[in-house]
């Protein structure tokens, strides 16, 4: 009987992510129907977005190396909360970090300041460099855990037998850290380049132009700009291609990653040496200053304007607030539903994994362009933008959540199938006595991922958003627009207090409630 | 009367066949060789295991259709017989109430079923708290409270010592006398079906044979127990 609901509430979850993700898809193949020819413009485009997704993931895998390999074989009082804020960039809503990156290498920022000190000509923080400088920020913290945990899987039993038998540093790397990177760093690599594909907020705010533009921020203007459906359905098309070819190509090679478990645990590496040593005080020096100046240079800015901050912040941070929860409850519900189902596998549960990975393939703009031609003849599509965001927001961190909690869902059957099945704990009592308690860690994590992701999304909500109908990250952006820098900085920093705050508070709920 | 009528598992090259009953309130060792099959028997009795053909019956109802929880069977499986998330009153409580709603009744048959097998005070507790004999006290108080007509044991106590697998097994005997149950018990080793088991049931080479009496079974053992048990 359990098998059964189950299997139809997975089967019904299915369908209704299916419908999610090619309803739009079919909007778009229609309208671009007419195929209109590509804009000389538009072969340059797609070259940047490979461009930069390519150099942005293999920059922050290069980096990531020498920052956890610094950090699996030192030992120093702070280590722990280090790695744990070091972590606070891929949380961070992508146009506040963009903000904190304005304020350190912007033209009146920390480092055009030294430059000028040194008689330097200043460097420009737009264009290509920023683009790939903000990605390296939002991604560099993923590598460096990715990486820290490979470093912290090799026993320590090796390490030791490696010191007995008098290896050198090169043959340590030889035998024991090169292959481990070898499994690691594709992974890595993989998760990086399919966020950086998708790029939209930071292509909107530091590229731009010509030789800087995304796939993603090149249907945006289509939309937003031109009003050129049939050009945003077909530059939709176009980014679902390169899309779906690269998450074929890459997700398999891809191991969910977790975070906070472990991480904090002494170091068993050692390295002697002035050499290495030095190495690693500027790999995790450098790592830190340019992970944490960017996040401090915010709070400084911001807290001044704190008091003065307007109605109109608050209000939409309580939109915010409220597309996040509801975006919370539904992609956890459907990602825990998809993973039990695939988990205990049978006839079907290849069709479900396949479903419950498809958003991949797929973008916030491109979904977002898709419903924009949907509910455009029945309804204004600014009266929808809030639905439409949540809706955007569950297809796309479905994955994510479904990946964390499918290994955990398969260890609950495998360990506790039988006694479940034996003493008749089925259906809504198997789900609160077991299932829940068993996967909370899990549970609360990836809760807070989506909720603190989809209070920091900038995407769909940029084309459907009125004034009355935009959430906080939008109206950073517009206050950044309207140069309003003071009063952005405040409303930046009530946003990733939210975002912080959401994030910690489900992540707690969940180690508060994981079993034993 | 449990009757498995013309049963065949098989698996992977794997196959055992078993055609033979045993009378309510029976207790019966099965013994044999690693791999023989006895815990496949076992799983096939409790429902976990499909088998390609044959029935499996209690008092004259094939229990095919019918899933695990709802037959006439308790199992103690060899490893996570609780829930380590669940307090022990908890665990004890879902043989009861899959759903642990339990009346203020049901919940002093929690208290009772604790004292009964001597671990009164420790309702609380998680079983990562407890040592392996007070987990196989607390999953067979739950098969107490369940008061299955069957009773199938798995090697649960393989992991205790001899003296402590002996009290166990004296418990056992008790619980099952108090039920009725008929308790079928996989074992490795010869001296529990003698203290334990009336009757005897040999996988060996394919075959779960009929049960015999267990002590003239190993005063004139077969040849395949014979191999098994060595010079």
């Known amino acids: ?516 | 009367m449990l009757q498995l009528d013309r049963l065949v598992l098989a698996q992977d090259g794997f196959r055992l066949t078993a055609d033979w009953s045993v009378p309510c309130g029976e207790r019966v060792a099965i013994i044999g060789p690693s791999g023989a099959g006895k815990s496949t028997l076992l799983s096939a009795i409790a429902g976990f295991f499909e088998p390609v053909s044959g029935r499996v019956l209690w008092k004259g109802q094939d229990l095919a259709k019918v899933s695990p929880g709802a037959r006439p069977i308790s199992s103690l499986f060899q490893d996570q017989n609780l829930f380590p998330h669940l307090s022990v009153a908890q665990n004890l409580g879902l043989g009861l109430r899959p759903d642990l709603r339990l009346s203020r009744d049901q919940a002093r048959q929690v208290e009772q079923a604790l004292v009964r097998v001597g671990l009164s005070g420790m309702a609380e507790r998680r079983p990562g708290q407890l040592s392996g004999g007070q987990i196989g006290r607390a999953a067979l108080a739950r098969a107490l409270l369940r008061a299955r007509p069957i009773l199938l044991l798995d090697e649960p106590f393989a992991a205790l010592g001899p003296a402590l697998k002996a009290e166990m097994l004296a418990l056992v005997a008790e619980v099952a006398d108090e039920t009725g149950a008929l308790v079928m018990l996989v074992t490795h080793d010869p001296k529990d079906a003698m203290g334990f088991a009336r009757q005897t049931v040999l996988v060996a080479e394919g075959v779960a044979q009929a049960p015999v009496p267990t002590a003239a079974f190993f005063a004139n053992p077969p040849p395949a127990l014979r191999a098994y048990l060595g010079p």
């Open chain 1, 1 to 516: 009987m359990a098998r059964g609901a189950v299997a139809v509430t997975g089967a019904g979850v299915a369908a209704l992510v299916a419908a999610l993700v090619l309803l739009p898809l079919g909007a778009v193949a229609l309208r671009a129907g007419a195929w209109p020819s590509l804009v000389p413009g538009d072969a340059q485009t797609l070259w940047f977005t490979l461009w930069q997704a390519v150099v942005s993931a293999l920059l922050s895998c290069l980096l990531a190396v020498p920052v956890a390999r610094a950090l699996a074989r030192r030992r120093f009082a702070g280590r722990g909360a280090l790695i744990t804020l070091m972590g606070a960039p891929f949380l961070l809503p992508v146009i506040v970090a963009v903000m904190g990156l304005i304020a350190v290498f912007g033209r009146s920022g920390l480092v055009n300041g030294l430059l000028a000190g040194l008689g330097v000509a200043p460097v420009s923080i737009y264009g290509a460099q920023g683009v790939v400088l903000a990605h390296v920020f939002l991604n560099l913290p993923l590598a460096v855990r990715m990486v820290l945990q490979g470093w912290q899987s090799i026993p320590a039993e090796r390490f030791r037998l490696a010191e007995s038998l008098g290896f050198a540093p090169a043959q340590v790397a030889l035998h024991l850290e090169r292959p481990m990177l070898r499994a690691v760093l594709p992974g890595a690599f993989a998760v990086i380049l399919v966020v950086c594909l998708t790029c939209f907020a930071v292509a909107l705010t530091l590229g731009g132009g010509p030789k800087a533009t995304t796939v993603e921020l090149a249907i945006y203007q289509a939309v937003r700009f031109d009003f050129d459906l049939g050009r945003a359905a077909m530059l939709s098309g176009l980014q679902f291609a390169l899309c779906a070819t690269i998450a074929v190509l890459a997700w398999r090679a891809v191991t969910p990653t977790s975070f906070g478990a472990g991480l904090g645990r002494a170091p068993v590496v050692q390295a002697r040496g002035a050499g290495p040593l030095l190495a690693d005080v500027l790999a995790i020096g450098l790592a830190a200053g340019f992970l944490l100046l960017p996040l401090g240079a915010i709070v400084l800015r911001g807290l001044p304007g704190l008091a003065e901050v307007p109605v109109a912040v608050w209000a939409a941070a309580g939109r915010s607030v409220t597309v996040a929860l509801i975006s919370t409850a539904a992609t956890v519900a459907a990602a825990l539903v998809l993973a039990l189902r695939v988990a205990q596998g049978g006839p079907g549960a290849l069709v479900l994994d396949g479903i419950a990975l498809l958003p991949l393939a797929t973008s916030g703009l491109v979904l977002g362009t898709g419903l924009f031609l949907l509910v455009q003849p029945w309804a204004a599509p600014s009266d929808l933008a809030l639905p439409v965001t949540v809706a955007a927001n569950v297809a796309l961190s479905l994955p994510f959540v479904y990946r964390l909690l499918l290994p955990e869902a398969r260890v609950l059957f495998a360990d506790y199938g039988r006694l479940s099945d034996s003493l008749g704990l089925h259906g809504a009592a198997w789900l609160r006595l077991v299932a829940v308690p068993r996967l909370a860690r899990p549970l609360g994590f990836g809760a807070g991922l989506v909720a603190a992701l989809s209070m920091g999304d900038l995407g769909v909500i940029a084309l459907f958003a009125s004034d009355q109908t935009a959430t906080l990250p939008l109206v950073v952006q517009r206050l950044m627009a309207a140069y309003r820098i003071d009063t952005a900085a405040a409303a930046a920093l009530v946003l990733v207090a939210i975002s912080f705050a959401l994030f910690w508070a489900f992540d707690a709920w969940g180690r508060w409630h994981a079993a034993t």
